[in-house]
C-alpha cells in the first residue's frame, strides 16, 4: 500500500512558478513509477508527466519545456518544478504510482494509488 500527499499548490501570476511534491509512504515507493495529472473544471483528468524507477520521464505536449518531473528517493518525494505557467495550467493536481517500475505511462486507468491533489490557480 501507498499513501501520497500533495503539496505546494496555490495561486501565482501567469508566468510566474510553482514547485509541487508529492510524499509517499510505503517500503516499494522507490519501484514505483510516479506520475501527476491534472483536472480543471468541468474536464476530463490528463497527464502531465511521469518518472520511473530508473528516472526517465515523459511529458505531456503542453507542458514540455515548462515542466520538470523529479524524484528524490531518499525523501520518498516526487516533484512537479513548473515554470512559465499560463491560465490554461489552472487545475487540480493529482500524483500517482504505478506498481510498475519501468512504465511511463500516460494513461490514468494504469496508476494504482492516487493523492487528494492540491489546487493551483494561475491569474492573469
Known amino acids: 500500500q501507498v499513501q501520497l500527499v500533495e503539496s505546494g499548490g496555490g495561486l501565482v501570476q501567469a508566468g510566474g512558478s510553482l514547485r509541487l511534491s508529492c510524499a509517499a509512504s510505503?517500503?516499494?515507493?522507490?519501484?514505483?513509477?510516479m506520475g501527476w495529472f491534472r483536472q480543471a473544471p468541468g474536464k476530463e483528468r490528463e497527464f502531465v508527466a511521469v518518472?520511473?524507477?530508473?528516472?526517465?520521464?515523459r511529458y505531456a505536449d503542453s507542458v514540455k519545456g515548462r515542466f520538470t518531473i523529479s524524484r528524490d528517493n531518499a525523501k520518498n518525494t516526487v516533484y512537479l518544478q513548473m515554470n512559465s505557467l499560463n491560465t490554461e495550467d489552472t487545475a487540480v493536481y493529482y500524483c500517482?504510482?504505478?506498481?510498475?517500475?519501468?512504465?511511463?505511462?500516460?494513461?490514468?486507468?494504469?496508476?494504482?494509488?492516487w493523492g487528494q491533489g492540491t489546487q493551483v490557480t494561475v491569474s492573469s
Open positions: 500517482a504510482a504505478d506498481r510498475s517500475s519501468y512504465r511511463t505511462s500516460p494513461t490514468s486507468t494504469t496508476y494504482d494509488y
Open positions: 518518472i520511473n524507477w530508473s528516472g526517465s520521464t
Open positions: 510505503g517500503r516499494t515507493y522507490n519501484s514505483y513509477a
